[in-house]
């Protein structure tokens, strides 16, 4: 866990030294008295985001908060995972979508919210979705969730800085016209940048929950056949359902834009076609060498989540 808080803290430095960059440049340059004031202005959209976040993610998956009594092996194995983790007990939440899958939010460990969706529980067995919630209350664990927040909000920083210098032309009235452009489509550059920094810190949390899944006693199969599921599961649904929950997948246990994709690619594991990942199917595939084209790792450079493929790879290495 200290190797991921120090890769995430890492990341979140550079990107800072960027946006710090990013202001020193365009403040010099184009001695905008008002520029602060709009720097201001977006720090405090991080802030409001940290302060809405949770209710945004709510509204978006209709979240509804439950009681033991209501799903009562469902908040067993949140109460029991956390215990594991020695975290305090998150708010278990349903979401009554098809698609399945789950998440974690919240702005800290001690407002941990993990919810699961309604496709989930019907796809999964008990020891899957032990092991999917095992996954999410690592990411509160890890305090990633919060991490993830604060850094996404960046390229939406300098994505707004280069609508403003390109569309709005703030030196054009005072003749920097040509400076004004070359900011703007700087800002953009730094826009393109940051995200695929942002998308990988979310790629590397992903590897550490699953580990963390683990190490809370789940095995390694169980979450691999839950990935293998969703993966399936996703794909059998239509573009509208996968729309539906588009602006949370990072959230997500998998992209389920990907899954039409990585079905391709899964479907060399289950030989048995038992509809699960065994423990000798894992073991094959630790000592294979897992190949992927171009394409394949340019998807996932632009992914939030890892090559399923690789992921499942990584999952086979771990030991509880």
């Given at each position: 866990?200290?190797?991921?808080?120090?890769?995430?803290?890492?990341?979140?430095?550079?990107?800072?030294?960027?946006?710090?960059?990013?202001?020193?440049?365009?403040?010099?340059?184009?001695?905008?008295?008002?520029?602060?004031?709009?720097?201001?202005?977006?720090?405090?959209?991080?802030?409001?985001?940290?302060?809405?976040?949770?209710?945004?993610?709510?509204?978006?998956?209709?979240?509804?908060?439950?009681?033991?009594?209501?799903?009562?092996?469902?908040?067993?194995?949140?109460?029991?995972?956390?215990?594991?983790?020695?975290?305090?007990?998150?708010?278990?939440?349903?979401?009554?979508?098809?698609?399945?899958?789950?998440?974690?939010?919240?702005?800290?460990?001690?407002?941990?919210?993990?919810?699961?969706?309604?496709?989930?529980?019907?796809?999964?067995?008990?020891?899957?979705?032990?092991?999917?919630?095992?996954?999410?209350?690592?990411?509160?664990?890890?305090?990633?969730?919060?991490?993830?927040?604060?850094?996404?909000?960046?390229?939406?920083?300098?994505?707004?800085?280069?609508?403003?210098?390109?569309?709005?032309?703030?030196?054009?009235?005072?003749?920097?016209?040509?400076?004004?452009?070359?900011?703007?489509?700087?800002?953009?550059?730094?826009?393109?940048?940051?995200?695929?920094?942002?998308?990988?810190?979310?790629?590397?949390?992903?590897?550490?929950?699953?580990?963390?899944?683990?190490?809370?006693?789940?095995?390694?199969?169980?979450?691999?056949?839950?990935?293998?599921?969703?993966?399936?599961?996703?794909?059998?649904?239509?573009?509208?359902?996968?729309?539906?929950?588009?602006?949370?997948?990072?959230?997500?246990?998998?992209?389920?834009?990907?899954?039409?994709?990585?079905?391709?690619?899964?479907?060399?594991?289950?030989?048995?076609?038992?509809?699960?990942?065994?423990?000798?199917?894992?073991?094959?595939?630790?000592?294979?060498?897992?190949?992927?084209?171009?394409?394949?790792?340019?998807?996932e450079a632009l992914s939030t989540h890892p090559n399923m493929l690789k992921r499942i790879q990584h999952l086979s290495s771990i030991r509880g």
């Amino acid at each position: 866990m200290l190797l991921l808080q120090m890769r995430m803290w890492l990341l979140m430095a550079v990107l800072f030294a960027v946006v710090y960059a990013v202001v020193v440049v365009i403040g010099t340059s184009m001695g905008l008295e008002d520029f602060y004031f709009y720097l201001f202005v977006s720090f405090m959209l991080m802030f409001v985001q940290y302060l809405i976040g949770p209710k945004m993610v709510e509204w978006s998956m209709r979240v509804r908060y439950v009681q033991r009594e209501e799903y009562p092996g469902l908040y067993e194995m949140v109460a029991d995972q956390a215990r594991r983790a020695d975290i305090p007990l998150p708010r278990v939440c349903v979401s009554p979508v098809p698609l399945p899958n789950a998440f974690a939010f919240g702005r800290g460990l001690g407002d941990g919210r993990v919810c699961v969706t309604e496709g989930i529980m019907r796809l999964l067995s008990e020891e899957e979705l032990k092991a999917v919630i095992g996954h999410e209350v690592s990411h509160l664990k890890n305090r990633d969730v919060l991490t993830i927040t604060l850094l996404s909000v960046i390229p939406m920083i300098m994505y707004r800085l280069a609508w403003h210098f390109l569309f709005y032309g703030g030196g054009r009235r005072s003749g920097r016209g040509a400076n004004t452009a070359l900011i703007g489509l700087a800002a953009f550059f730094f826009y393109f940048i940051t995200n695929l920094l942002v998308l990988y810190a979310s790629r590397i949390r992903e590897y550490f929950a699953d580990r963390g899944s683990v190490q809370l006693g789940n095995r390694p199969e169980a979450l691999a056949t839950a990935l293998y599921k969703l993966v399936y599961g996703s794909a059998r649904l239509g573009k509208e359902a996968l729309r539906e929950a588009e602006g949370l997948k990072a959230f997500f246990l998998n992209d389920p834009s990907r899954a039409m994709n990585e079905i391709r690619e899964l479907s060399q594991l289950d030989m048995d076609k038992s509809g699960t990942i065994d423990p000798e199917e894992l073991v094959l595939l630790r000592n294979r060498k897992v190949q992927l084209s171009f394409g394949d790792h340019l998807m996932e450079a632009l992914s939030t989540h890892p090559n399923m493929l690789k992921r499942i790879q990584h999952l086979s290495s771990i030991r509880g």
